[in-house]
């Protein structure tokens, strides 16, 4: 009884929001900017009537007062889509919309150009330092990382980190937790392959990985899945020897095309210690002689 209580209670909070919300963008869009022609019907107030955006998004105008007045009422994708199109809303606003009209919101998307926000990740980055920190694209591609990630992980920008991960020989023979952290990689890559099922690149990355390696196929047709968090990581550098790390994983909300990976040092392990002095000009230079070997 409580928690039909407490349901009820809910629904009745968000039909509230979804009213305010879509009077408000209602309010802020023009006769002009939805395209319709001047010369109109005298108005007391700015912005659109429920009927014009009925008429605009193709849906009937009772529906539209319903939906507007908050009441349970099926509603769909595609005429959400319509009415936020017509509301001029952003890709926060509609998935806000989808949200308080009681449906699995879309996946987000970035409302800036790709370069929003990369100078200060990589300020970001290399304040981290002397720890590693790189930044993935959707696809697991490297796009920014600062010199710890390069000196202790063998990374360069572009690199792939899956396909580092699974068929660079070098990286394997560095990653002490390989096969501990072997299904967690495979589980996180088919979580965000069923957010993007007909997404070209994630079709590519995911027949090279298949054709490349045994193990990720094996691991693949478990169909396990898990959203990406933090876990320990365990490695043998050649130049300072173990080194253990809590990697944490960082969605950013102004860009959530990208994922910024933080490497914390495990405490008590001499990993900070041994960052430092990787950090070191002469360790560096031996570092990178290694890299580049």
């Not at 300072?240 to 950013?252: I, N, R």
């Amino acid at each position: 009884m409580a928690s039909a209580t407490r349901s009820r209670a809910e629904r009745n909070r968000r039909g509230e929001e979804l009213r305010t919300f879509l009077r408000s963008r209602r309010a802020r869009v023009s006769p002009a900017e939805a395209g319709l022609p001047e010369g109109g019907p005298r108005r007391r107030t700015p912005g659109l009537r429920r009927e014009e955006v009925a008429v605009l998004a193709g849906v009937g105008a009772s529906w539209y007062q319903w939906l507007e007045q908050g009441r349970d009422i099926s509603v769909s994708p595609q005429v959400l889509d319509a009415v936020a199109r017509v509301l001029r809303m952003n890709p926060a606003e509609r998935r806000h919309l989808y949200v308080l009209a009681g449906l699995n919101p879309p996946l987000p998307e970035s409302e800036h150009d790709r370069d929003h926000l990369c100078a200060g990740m990589q300020r970001l980055m290399d304040g981290w330092m002397p720890y590693p920190a790189h930044i993935m694209d959707p696809y697991y591609s490297a796009v920014g990382l600062n010199e710890a990630a390069r000196l202790a992980f063998n990374l360069e920008v572009q690199n792939n980190c899956v396909i580092n991960f699974f068929c660079d020989a070098r990286y394997r023979a560095r990653a002490v937790s390989w096969e501990e952290n072997a299904p967690v990689v495979v589980a996180e890559l088919r979580a965000s392959l069923a957010e993007w099922p007909e997404d070209e690149g994630f079709q590519l990355l995911l027949e090279e990985l298949l054709e490349n390696s045994t193990e990720f196929r094996a691991l693949w047709e478990l169909g396990n899945v898990c959203r990406p968090g933090q876990r320990l990581k365990e490695l043998d550098h050649p130049v300072v020897g173990a080194l253990y790390f809590e990697s944490t994983t960082l969605q950013v909300p102004a860009r959530p095309d990208l994922r910024l990976i933080l490497h914390n040092p495990v405490p008590g392990t001499g990993t900070a210690e041994k960052l430092q002095r990787l950090a070191e000009p002469g360790v560096r230079r031996a570092a990178m002689r290694q890299v580049a070997g």
